[in-house]
């Protein structure tokens, strides 16, 4: 056999560069939102914010409705998703949405390409509805991705390489060699992209990382295990730069089977308060809860 490419050197490897190459890009399945919602409803049984989970479940379905349809602009997405959420919403959320359905067409658009890059009015009378801005913008783009090819990732892209959204969370999986693979998820098209396993989105560090993950108050953490390194590691985590100070959620399928990003992500806010706390600054964004000032 000859060799047709050299040898990398190994802090390359462990960093990711070298299998990157040769994993696609995976599109979401067909019934990403549906199945979005029933992760929210499982992890919302017993959670401190159950009510918030089941809100956002409902949304999702919503926005399943949406993907399944046919193509809309912004404005007219969203009006379909306020008529079917009307009955549910809390009523500051209604007022809210109120005010961003009386924008102009023009407005509008100009107030979802900024929230595209995660740009958005962190206070005033329309914050309270833009996730809603965010759930339609995400169904419109994740149907409209799926009908193009995929592109072929480059190397450590810190935005989608099908739509140049910026990262909602980054998922663990099983690779077919055996090995764990990550993947970013896109925030927008829900498409994912190939990243290194250890690797800052942000900045390319690979060295400075801390991973920070919610344990009960009674967890003893066991022996570290070398020849299983996830074993032991949280199913819902942020991986936080020490170089740049940012924050990635990493969701281990490896852990929890049947975790999905988006859900799993809104169930562990709590880890981005504390990240938060600690200095680093989120990475992306998840278009079903904005931060406010
Ligand atoms: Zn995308
Ligand atoms: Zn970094």
Redesign the pocket.
Known sequence: MTPTQPILPAEQILAGDAPLMSLPVLRPPSDLFTRRAARLRQLADSHAMADFLRLCAVICEQQQALHDASQLDPRAALEKLAQALAPQLPSPVQASLDALLALDAAALSRLAERLLNGDYPADGPLFAALPLLGAALQAQ?TRS?RQRPLPEPQSQEAR?P????LPLASVLTRGDSGHAQRHVV?S????AWPVGRVRCLGCGNSRDLRYYSLAPQDYEAPEPDHQRPHQTRGAQEVEACGECHGALKQVSLLQAPDAEAGADDLASLALDLLAGEAGYARLGFNPLFLPGT
């Open positions: 783009a991705i989608c099908c739509c140049g959204g896109c927008m098209c829900s498409h």
